[in-house]
């Protein structure tokens, strides 16, 4: 072998290999809680693994997200099942709540494209980046102050991790984080 081929083949073992992005079919199907930890000022807030329980699925070339939802309150922070269907749009990797077209619950979500959190509506997307499946909301308070949930399901070897976090403003307000299966491994 030269010295040319041998160069080439070390210049292929020091080029850095990124690991492939996922695609969102990869996130489709039914996750179980396993393990599941609250952090912030809201020591009311009690979450067994199962209330991450949740299902990811096809939708018409869009997808159906049913999972928890991280929401405020006068009394502090709420939990509920969020089910809604994003609708992919002209950018990759980002989807539109679509309207109409899921749970009583959803129905409480604008549609993004003619809703306005100013208005009073809450603001919910989608987008997908490298291994991880983002789902933000968005609503402003009469006063202009806001409320940001972002939750990330990002998956690894042994299913997925998962992080939500709800602030007020600048400050975190809690987050829940946890680990899922896919049900039935």
Known sequence: MSARHVLAALGLLLVPHTASAAEIHDFFGEWRGVDVSVDGPAPSLKLAPADLDASIDDQNGGIRI???ALTRSPDGPVVRTRDAIFAPTETPGVFAYEPGAGSLL???FADPAVGNPLEGDTLLWARLQDDA????SLAIDDRGGFALEHSIGQLTENGMVTRSVLRLENEQIVRVEGRLERAGD
């Open 133 to 136: 499946l983002h789902v933000y």
């Open 66 to 68: 049913r999972s928890l």
């Open 106 to 108: 959803s129905s409480l």
